[in-house]
Nanobody, 123 residues
Framework: QVQLVESGGGLVQAGDSLRLSCAAS????????MGWFRQAPGKEREFVAA???????YYADSVKGRFTISRDNAKNTVYLQMNSLKPEDTAVYYC?????????????????WGQGTQVTVSS
């Protein structure tokens, strides 16, 4: 069983930065896909960023150039550095782990999910 615990969310102003962390416990391999999704009120959950073994990273077009995903395999932790935040980035951010090695962009390729952390960006 895998458990994921996110932290780092909060209320910030437009243009500010935040760093989210997701600590994983359980049977996580360095080859696991680790990603971030978000869900704004009244909207569907959407892909934000992901990383897999070999240093491969994937980003949604809406966050490219502003967000950076990274991982520390020794700590089983994945980070999401969010810069130049915009009000439209406001959402609950979820960490997820995928063990099957499928598409980084598809939520159904992820096996485990965290409880989420709220990010609110005021204008």
């Amino acid at each position: 069983q895998v458990q994921l615990v996110e932290s780092g969310g909060g209320l910030v102003q437009a243009g500010d930065s935040l760093r989210l962390s997701c600590a994983a416990s359980g049977r996580i391999f360095s080859s696991s896909l680790m990603g971030w999704f978000r869900q704004a009120p009244g909207k569907e959950r959407e892909f934000v960023a992901a990383t897999r073994f070999g240093g491969y990273t994937y980003y949604a077009d809406s966050v490219k150039g502003r967000f950076t995903i990274s991982r520390d395999n020794a700590k089983n932790t994945v980070y999401l550095q969010m810069n130049s935040l915009k009000p439209e980035d406001t959402a609950v951010y979820y960490c997820a782990v995928g063990l099957r090695g499928g598409s980084a962009y598809a939520a159904n390729e992820y096996n485990y999910w965290g409880q989420g952390t709220q990010v609110t960006v005021s204008s």
